[in-house]
């Protein structure tokens, strides 16, 4: 591979990676918080349509990336009204979400196939991109450093701040946060929300960014790629950002070699690979239950009901 | 599961029509025919499943109140299908297409099952008294983007992003390669398989590497206008597919292969309602209509144009087959003799590329 080559690569990687990275990082603060919402892509689908269409309406990618977290936001609502407020199941709650989404997307974008809208664009000035290396670094569009900087403030955040513990601890023992006065319901709904705006983000990145247009299932199933990579990363957000460009690596060096001549695996092989990554993961979790944060929050997936 | 929406409520359909008082035949010259329609992607994606869908808007538009069509849209090929064709037959639909090659099985399955109800199957070759097959010649249309591709590739490679290796597909990606190497006998086809018709962000991705590798000139066997997008970005040309997409790329797309189904289903849907409908092959190109070329880009240039029409005007006047030999394969082999051409049949199972394609 030429200089370039790689260059190309990288940015290909990173950008492939942005948008997985942004939605799995909500699905793990509202499965930190005991709420597994596995509506991801429906919300994805839901932000995607809401950021074209508003930057259609207004000319502004900017304001279209707002509407999405709006949208993403308004869908993660319906959830966590239902998964929260009735205590329905969340499973199937958030298998109805993504058939909600793709259906409710459809119809929306309806009036906007065909339509082309400008690209976010790069963040810094072309002049800075201009040498291939200093591309790789400077070359990009804001959502790609921003997701970089989320993912590290949601380390930040749960890690070592107070909020963060109480998110935590609803998701671990949700009867002791409860117990001790913390309000289970309004912590998770808050959760469920940062998770239903970042899947609303991450789906305006491919409105917006890498495929400028609307068209129904733009996104492809890549919500269920970032529901999987919370798992692979084992609710961790350091190990997210490394599983997010090792996935967006696995599925652009697909490309790239085969572009090139190599064959190095068969297509369907690569294609299974992420979901086969987090199955071996799981499986080394469950043989060897290390230490507690390896593990999946007690709590996630359970209803709960303030007594 | 992107269609159970939409199955759920063709269900409910299903159900209240089954409620009303059924028309006896006697009534039937009043009762609209039902026409069913089984897509695999959605309606919205633009191309195949798109062009299908205004194939069916032409029906309604044509025949008024004397059809009633539905369609299903997002259906997996496979067993799925074979459920969905029966609830459409059991809605109450007398005629039924089923727009893709993967829908070939259950459909000969189903038709078995309801010998009263007449199937229409796309690109497929299995029939029976029940079931017709029908297919659009898209290599003719494939044979004007390589002659405009020779001409205006600098690099001599065009970058081909393909979804499986099926006849239909290898048929295009020849057609295309064997036109541009006559107007460059060194011109390359660089083919990069990935492995489904749509997923735009993949369909990007992979025009990007193509770039990359050196292709100056893009072309596509997948439904989305991702990868003219990228092309346009890049400042490169490329060709849209199964409908004019010049919206996506105004100054990228050189033309645009548009499927155009209207014709065919408008003379089917007469069959149907004149009692005339019979099981037949029917394979139209750009003669019949039912392959259209999208208007040139600005960048094409005047001698380039007259040379694209000329290869055009020739297949419509039977003039020129677009696989004609001598054709040697990617081996050196020759598989086509000189001045042969090669058959429907042949064409319909082509399993080799011929020379300068790079699969």
Redesign the interface.
């Known amino acids: 591979m030429t200089s ?2 790689l260059v ?2 990288a940015m ?1 990687l990173a950008m ?1 990676a942005t948008p997985i990275l942004l939605a799995s990082l909500g699905e793990l603060v509202a499965e930190k918080a005991g709420v597994l919402n596995l509506g991801v892509e429906g919300m994805m689908l839901i932000g995607a349509v809401t950021g074209f269409a508003a930057a259609t309406l207004t000319g502004s990618a900017y304001l279209g990336c707002l509407a999405a977290i709006l949208g993403g936001l308004a869908a993660s609502l319906v959830f966590a009204g239902l998964t929260l407020g009735l205590s329905s199941n969340q499973v199937a709650t958030g ?1 109805a979400l ?3 989404g ?2 409710a997307s ?1 119809l929306i ?2 009036p906007f ?4 809208v400008a ?1 976010i664009g790069p963040l810094f000035p072309a002049a800075l991109a201009e040498h291939p290396l200093l591309r790789v670094v400077f070359g990009y569009d804001l959502l790609v450093y921003g997701a970089l900087a989320l993912a590290a403030a949601v380390g930040w955040f749960l890690k070592h701040t107070r909020p963060g513990l109480i998110l935590r601890a609803v998701g671990e023992s949700d009867t002791s946060a409860h117990s001790i006065g913390y309000s289970v319901l309004a912590v998770r709904t808050a959760a469920v929300a940062f998770g239903g705006g970042m899947a609303g983000l991450a789906g305006a990145y ?1 409105s917006l960014e ?13 919500g269920w790629i970032a529901l999987a990579l919370v798992v692979f990363a084992s609710w961790r957000p350091g190990r997210l950002v490394a599983g997010a460009y090792l996935f967006g690596a696995v ?2 060096l697909e ?2 070699a ?4 190599f064959g190095l695996l068969p ?2 092989i690569l ?1 299974m690979l992420p979901y086969l990554a987090t199955i071996a993961v799981l499986t080394l979790i469950s043989v060897r239950p290390g230490r507690v944060s390896a593990a999946a929050p007690a709590c996630l997936g359970k209803s709960f009901s303030p007594a | ?2 269609s ?3 199955r759920r409520t063709l269900l409910a359909g299903a159900a209240g029509a089954a409620a009303l008082p059924l028309a006896g035949p006697g009534a039937s010259a009043q009762a609209p025919l039902g026409i069913g329609f089984i897509y695999v ?6 191309g195949w499943t798109h062009a299908h869908d205004v194939g069916r808007k032409a029906i309604e538009a044509e025949f008024g109140p004397k059809v009633k069509t539905s369609f299903v849209e ?1 259906v997996a090929e496979g067993p799925d299908a074979e459920r969905v064709l029966r609830q459409l037959a059991s809605g109450g639909n007398k005629l039924i297409f089923a727009t893709s090659f993967g829908f070939m099985n259950p459909t000969v399955r189903v038709a078995r099952a309801l010998p009263n109800t007449w199937f229409e199957h796309a690109t497929g070759y299995q029939r029976a008294a029940n079931v017709a097959t029908y297919n659009a010649r898209f290599y003719e249309g494939r044979a004007v983007c390589g002659t405009i591709a020779g001409h205006m590739s600098k690099t001599g490679t065009a ?1 081909y992003i393909a979804s499986f290796p099926i006849p239909e597909v290898v048929m295009g990606i020849s057609a295309f390669t064997l036109a541009a190497r006559k107007i460059n006998p060194n011109f390359k086809t ?1 083919v ?5 018709w ?9 025009a ?3 770039i ?2 050196g292709c100056d000139i893009l072309t596509q066997h997948t439904d ?3 990868p003219l ?1 990228a092309a346009e ?1 890049r400042g490169l040309f490329g060709f849209g597919q199964a409908s004019d997409m010049k ?2 790329a105004p100054k990228a797309q050189l033309t645009s292969i548009v499927d155009d189904w209207a014709p065919y289903y408008i003379r089917r849907t007469k069959m149907a309602l004149d009692g005339t409908w019979k099981s037949t092959d029917t394979w139209d190109g750009l003669k019949e209509g039912a392959v259209r070329m999208a208007p040139y880009g600005d960048a094409v240039p005047e001698n380039v144009r007259r040379e694209a029409d000329l290869v055009k005007d020739q297949i419509i006047a039977g003039t020129l087959h677009p696989l004609t030999g001598p054709i040697k394969d990617q081996k050196g082999e020759l598989r086509v003799k000189d001045g042969e051409t090669m058959s429907d049949e042949a064409l319909s199972k082509m399993d080799w590329y011929p020379e300068g394609v ?1 699969s």
């Open positions: 370039a080559l190309s690569f290909t492939a298998l993504t058939i909600f793709v259906g459809s974008g309806a196939v065909g339509k082309t690209r491919f890498l495929t400028p247009m609307w068209a129904d299932r733009l996104t492809a199933g890549r599925m652009t490309l790239h085969k572009a090139a001549g297509p369907e294609a | 599961m992107a159970i929406i939409t992607g959605p309606t919205g994606d633009y997002n970058g660089k990069l398989w990935v492995s489904t749509y997923d735009p962000a993949k369909e990007a991705d992979a990007k590497a193509l990359d590798q989305s206008p991702a997008q970005q919206t996506y790079q």
